[in-house]
């Protein structure tokens, strides 16, 4: 593994604990990777109940502008960006729960949803 996301990957532990003592978050189990992932992500709790998603992306060319593109969108058509931390690249998210996969539709209605007819 190259000497950045090995850092990345020793102090993730910490920074997950930080980040869930600074936002006063319940953690649950992290989502199990999906291949190509370079992001640690799992659902939380805030402190008010309201359900949210954690997610520090290792950082990486493609997802250097994430945390302004989602402040950028404020949650239209995305979802909305709760709290952030640049330096650790961190995201607290609105909890999205997923529905039916793309997939599991006919062509055509996959075309409307992608061209959002």
């Known amino acids: 593994m190259a000497p950045a996301p090995a ?3 020793a102090r993730l532990p ?3 604990e930080a980040l869930a003592r600074r936002w006063q978050l ?3 189990a992290p989502f199990e990777a999906t291949e190509g992932s370079c992001s640690w992500v799992a659902p939380v ?3 008010d109940g309201t359900p949210a998603v954690l997610k520090l992306a ?3 060319f493609e997802g250097q502008h994430e945390i302004d ?3 950028f969108w404020s949650g239209d058509p995305t979802v909305r960006l709760l709290e952030s931390d640049g330096g650790l690249v ?3 998210l609105e909890r999205c729960e997923p529905g039916t996969a793309l997939s599991a539709v006919p062509e055509p209605e996959q075309d409307r949803e992608i061209a959002w007819l």
């Open 7 to 9: 850092a990345w990957l």
């Open 14 to 16: 910490e920074s997950v």
């Open 26 to 28: 319940t953690m649950a």
């Open 45 to 47: 709790s805030r402190a």
């Open 58 to 60: 290792m950082p990486h």
């Open 69 to 71: 593109g989602l402040r």
């Open 90 to 92: 961190a995201m607290l």
